[in-house]
């Protein structure tokens, strides 16, 4: 996702001379290019997220759209409070980009591990929260706010996340995408757990069993609409993030349905657990440890919906 | 140079500004007087002398910015505000109160003359620094200035700024700190001690300059010949006293919280119209 994010950045830059990129001294073979191509439109701000975001601010202030660019928790928990009162508060045209979202960064361990970034930003006033699903519409994505829309959370991946997109797509923010058709359940996911949503559709579609596979890649604002359809359509939701289970994707989709009140909805979530997870492995590893991959979640799937045909 | 009597019109409007804070703080019944009386000559000198906006020009790209980082003492920059026009002289009588359009920290939401908006300390000079670095890019002539208290010099993020500025050797960019050696629970010596201050600010490569941050003669001469060497951020370190103007505020710790309530406002609202 990153290597897709920096060549579309720098068409936006190309295109548009107010979008600047800014880092906190991370993105070595990533950014080098733009730097060498734009060396207006790019800052490198040293180790200092604080400064780097309020610089961005004020950039942004004087007309610039500013990419703020860094590593997990770095460019958003570090700096948390700029994002709000300097970003958020004046509406600047700033997107905080962070790359390794969930265990992308799994063996560089805890202070790598961006996993409550989604909830953060969600409850942020004036912040649209982006989350990509494929390389694809990360692309869309970055296109879509380097026109200049105000504070932008944008969550990637890093460099593995597989095409799930073949044909081309119909991207906008806050409009889920529909990945695949199905009226049994629905999967929802965001960000890079997409393909693993999609993995688990194709192990069901094997018993017989239709998901629709939903890319929630905006999660602020929330599609309330493909929310709602897919539950009074297939009956029963569950969530799929690389995120702790309270205030991501399924805190929202709990939110929306909870107050829609439907009768005959059920819900589930499956994220990560409150807790910091101290093993030591690769996103693959740490996602199948906390129940991530597409056989742990076919089997939660069993245990909430024993009714559906599984042999 | 300015003239004597140019001099005395700015001691004139730093008075206007004193009169102004304590009625504020008294009909709100808010804290923060101190700070915002120990910066009423560096108010009056850059909104009468140096900075480049009116309130014809708050929108135009080429103004001026000054960004008060210190935004607890917004009484002060709301008064001079009101003073140059900026807005109506009426808002400030709703200060804090309910319904009114001033809070009770520096708001630009809906306030002509007010750049950004602050309160939490150590945001000012980083969005100066954006600021000041997009101007430098873009080719613009505006000049950024920021007004940094003593105590958020405590703050990393400002050092992340001061580091940050001279690399990018951002000379439209004037950092003026009113130093009034009083913070929120002691004095800066005692919580935690900035000096050698003008020290530390030039061994990070700034240009600085002391003065006595209640002469407006001193003030002016500093501000008015930014920068001080080309290629290099300004830093003007302003003396000064808080609680300046009341005699029973000067210098005390308890005027940081206290509000102006019954025979204090009077006698201090005395006192400011005595030194007419």
């Not at chain 1, 829609?260 to 994220?271: M, Q, S």
């Not at chain 2, 003359?113 to 873009?138: F, M, N, Q, Y």
Request: proline share 5%.
């Amino acid at each position: 996702m990153r290597s897709t994010f920096i060549r579309t950045l720098a068409e936006a830059a190309a295109a548009d001379p107010r979008v600047t990129l800014v880092v906190g001294d991370l993105g070595f073979g990533v950014v080098v290019d733009f730097a060498r191509r734009f060396p207006e439109q790019f800052l490198n701000a040293g180790v200092a997220e604080q400064n780097m975001t309020g610089i961005a601010a004020g950039m942004a202030l004087a007309g610039k759209v500013v990419f703020t660019y860094s590593i997990a928790n770095f460019p958003v928990i570090r700096c948390l409070e700029q994002i709000r009162n300097d970003v958020c508060y004046h509406k600047a045209n700033v997107v905080v980009v962070a790359v390794g979202g969930g265990y992308s960064y799994g063996s560089l361990g805890m202070t790598h591990h961006a996993t409550e970034d989604l909830a953060l930003m969600r409850a942020l006033p004036e912040m649209t929260v982006l989350a990509p699903g494929d390389p694809v519409e990360t692309a869309a994505a970055t296109k879509a706010v380097a026109a200049g829309i105000g504070p932008v959370y944008l969550r990637l991946g890093r460099d593995k996340e597989p095409i799930v997109h073949q044909q081309p797509i119909s991207w906008s923010i806050g409009k889920a995408l529909t990945v695949r058709e199905g009226n049994d359940l629905t999967l929802i996911s965001t960000g890079a757990m997409l393909a693993t949503a999609v993995a688990v559709a194709e192990m069901l579609a094997e018993r017989g069993i239709h998901a629709r596979v939903l890319s929630m890649h905006t999660l602020k604002p929330l599609d309330v609409d493909a929310v709602l359809a897919a539950a009074r359509e297939t009956g029963k939701i569950v969530t799929i993030e690389e995120h702790s289970i309270i205030g991501g994707l399924g805190g929202g989709v709990a939110e929306v349905l909870c107050e829609a009140g439907l009768p005959n909805v059920r819900f589930h979530r499956i994220g990560l657990p409150l807790q910091f997870i101290k093993a030591v492995g690769d996103q693959e590893y740490l996602r199948k440890l906390l129940g991530l991959d597409p056989t742990s979640i076919m089997e939660q799937l069993r245990i909430f919906f024993p009714g559906l045909p599984w042999v | 140079m300015t003239s004597p009597d140019r001099n005395a019109e700015l001691r004139e409007l730093a008075r206007q500004i004193r009169l102004h804070s304590v009625r504020m703080t008294h009909r709100a019944k808010s804290s923060h007087v101190g700070g915002s009386l120990s910066m009423a000559e560096i108010l009056a000198v850059l909104y009468r002398r140096v900075l480049r906006v009116s309130p014809e020009t708050v929108e135009d790209p080429d103004r001026d910015r000054l960004v008060l980082s210190k935004g607890h003492a917004c009484a002060g920059l709301y008064a001079i505000l009101a003073e140059c026009g900026f807005f109506p002289m009426d808002w400030l009588e709703s200060f804090y109160l309910n319904g009114g359009k001033l809070a009770g920290h520096a708001t630009c939401n809906g306030v002509p003359g007010v750049e950004v908006s602050t309160g939490s300390l150590g945001h000012g000079l980083p969005i100066a620094c954006g600021l000041a670095l997009a101007g430098k890019r873009d080719r613009r002539p505006y000049r950024v200035f920021a007004i940094l208290s003593d105590g958020e010099c405590d703050e990393g993020s400002n050092w992340e700024a001061i580091l940050f500025a001279p690399q990018h050797q951002l000379d439209n960019l004037v950092v003026i700190v009113d130093y009034n050696k009083i913070q929120s629970l002691g004095t800066v010596k005692e919580v935690l001690d900035l000096e050698p201050f003008a020290a530390k600010w030039q061994s990070f490569r700034w240009a600085v300059r002391e003065v006595d941050g209640h002469d407006v003669e001193a003030l002016h001469q500093a501000l008015a010949s930014v920068p001080f060497e080309a290629g290099r951020p300004s830093c003007v370190i302003a003396h000064t006293v808080k609680g300046k103007g009341v005699s029973f505020m000067e210098d005390k710790l308890l005027w940081h919280y206290r509000t102006p309530q019954g025979e204090e406002y009077d006698q201090a609202m005395a006192e400011l119209e005595a030194q007419a």
